[in-house]
């Protein structure tokens, strides 16, 4: 695992992950919008902002995993109604030869 320092405010914070410099870039990025958005300090101790941080940060995933969630449930819903509507079908050949292959004109480029 490598270690990474990244600064918050005016704390220096070490973490230690198996992920990319670029992810860790990115995660330092969200922390430092997140930790501005909030105000800095905003005369706070930098644990209390940092304590806001945390807590903004947990209610976004909250809410993006939930928005996974139901597009994935929306998905499989979808997917059922599909399949369905092709059990439903008979299957005829496509041309009067009984070849199971589509016409060229009907192919989408």
């Known amino acids: 695992m490598k270690e990474y320092a ?3 405010g005016s704390s220096d914070l ?15 990025q969200l922390i430092s919008t ?5 105000g800095g300090h905003g005369g706070r101790p930098q ?3 940092l304590a806001f941080v945390a807590l ?4 976004q995933l909250i ?4 928005a996974h969630q139901s597009l994935k449930e929306r998905i499989r819903s979808r997917s059922r109604e ?19 292959e589509p016409p060229e004109a009907s192919l989408v480029a």
Do not use: M
């Not at 997140?34 to 909030?38: G, L, V, Y």
């Not at 599909?82 to 199971?100: C, D, H, I, V, W």
């Open 63 to 66: 809410k993006e995993r939930t």
């Open 6 to 8: 990244l600064k918050v």
């Open 47 to 49: 644990h209390t902002a």
């Open 82 to 100: 599909l399949l369905k509507t092709l059990a439903s079908r008979s299957l005829e050949p496509f041309s009067a030869n009984g070849s199971t």
């Open 34 to 38: 997140t930790f501005a958005e909030a």
């Open 14 to 28: 070490v973490i230690r992950s198996d992920e990319s410099a670029e992810h860790i870039s990115a995660v330092q």
């Open 56 to 59: 903004t940060l947990a209610d």
